[in-house]
T-cell receptor, first 113, second 115 residues
Framework: GDSVTQMEGPVTLSEEAFLTINCTYTATGYPSLFWYVQYPGEGLQLLLKATKADDKGSNKGFEATYRKETTSFHLEKGSVQVSDSAVYFCARYLTGGGNKLTFGTGTQLKVEL | DTEVTQTPKHLVMGMTNKKSLKCEQHMGHRAMYWYKQKAKKPPELMFVYSYEKLSINESVPSRFSPECPNSSLLNLHLHALQPEDSALYLC??????????????FGPGTRLTVT
């Protein structure tokens, strides 16, 4: 079935460190891919998206590239800040599937000074 | 404006109470969603409304009853809940539901505690 797999957390980094959060998906059809972020006590915010192979989504210094050959959509940021501490969810959406998002399990990021 | 609002922010209710959660968006979106999120888990889809009609019910118990009075509003009526129903309830909206990509925008959620 459709699934999204994320790396286990929590991920703890020092401020200004490089961030990678891995995400892979099952490849039935041609899904669109998203990263959502959830700050403590809040709802989900769309961070970035990519709709086809080799697309790069970017926002607020975060980037992710849709890699069809490896069925991956890894999230990266060159220099994290304490304010980036949150839970990050990778999600896939398949056109014609009733607009149902399939979420990964989420990865908690903690950034320390 | 990409805002989805939800009220109340927090709700505590007993197992015999009846309460309602409310969600509103003014983006002209024609699809609205209810999700349930337990701690440290991803959101789980409960219901989808498309053009004010219920299009998806993910086998949710009947103690949860959704309602879409108009294209901007979505309610979730709660009755005879169980303690295990305590969770964050998230509302989301999107332009549409099928045929093309429609991004979902989420509200801040209602933190529900059932005692």
């Amino acid at each position: 079935g459709d699934s999204v797999t994320q790396m286990e957390g929590p991920v703890t980094l020092s401020e200004e460190a490089f961030l990678t959060i891995n995400c892979t998906y099952t490849a039935t059809g041609y899904p669109s891919l998203f990263w959502y972020v959830q700050y403590p006590g809040e709802g989900l915010q769309l961070l970035l998206k990519a709709t086809k192979a080799d697309d790069k989504g970017s926002n607020k210094g975060f980037e992710a590239t849709y890699r069809k050959e490896t069925t991956s959509f890894h999230l990266e940021k060159g220099s994290v800040q304490v304010s980036d501490s949150a839970v990050y969810f990778c999600a896939r959406y398949l056109t014609g599937g009733g607009n149902k998002l399939t979420f990964g399990t989420g990865t908690q990021l903690k950034v320390e000074l | 404006d990409t805002e989805v609002t939800q009220t109340p922010k927090h709700l505590v209710m007993g197992m015999t109470n009846k309460k309602s959660l409310k969600c509103e968006q003014h983006m002209g979106h024609r699809a609205m969603y209810w999700y349930k999120q337990k701690a440290k888990k991803p959101p789980e889809l409960m219901f989808v409304y498309s053009y004010e009609k219920l299009s998806i019910n993910e086998s949710v118990p009947s103690r949860f009853s959704p309602e879409c009075p108009n294209s901007s509003l979505l309610n979730l009526h709660l009755h005879a809940l169980q303690p295990e129903d305590s969770a964050l309830y998230l509302c989301a909206s999107s332009q549409g539901t099928s045929g093309s990509l429609y991004e979902q925008y989420f509200g801040p959620g209602t933190r529900l505690t059932v005692t």
